[in-house]
């Protein structure tokens, strides 16, 4: 089992910047690849960013060059730094921890986190 605790969210104005934090226990933080996705009210889930556990990471083409994450091991914590918002960033953020088994992956997931963007 993996918990995954989010931080971080909450009411900016456009052009804005939030840095969102997710922390992880109950399992090695380093062998787990992390990610970070939204959800809009009427939309569907969306990968909003990643890091594999080697730290090579992918973003939502809405998001490149605006948006970074990264991982601390030592912490178990990974991060959405989030820069010159949008309103139409505005979404329930949730933190996703997929955990390798011998199967495939686990997937777990954090319990989201308001980020709302105010024009």
């Known amino acids: 089992q993996v918990q995954l605790v989010e931080s971080g969210g909450g009411l900016v104005q456009a052009g804005g910047s939030l840095r969102l934090s997710c922390a992880a226990s109950g399992s090695k933080f380093s062998i787990i690849a992390m990610g970070w996705y939204r959800q809009a009210p009427g939309n569907q889930r969306e990968l909003v960013a990643a890091?594999?556990?080697?730290?090579?990471?992918k973003y939502a083409d809405s998001v490149k060059g605006r948006f970074t994450i990264s991982r601390d091991n030592a912490k178990n914590t990974v991060y959405l730094q989030m820069n010159s918002l949008k309103p139409d960033d505005t979404a329930v953020y949730y933190c996703?921890?997929?955990?390798?088994?011998?199967?495939?992956?686990?997937?777990?997931w954090g319990q989201g986190t308001q980020v709302t963007v105010s024009s």
């Open positions: 996703n921890a997929a955990r390798p088994t011998p199967r495939g992956t686990d997937d777990y």
């Open positions: 890091v594999t556990s080697g730290g090579s990471t």
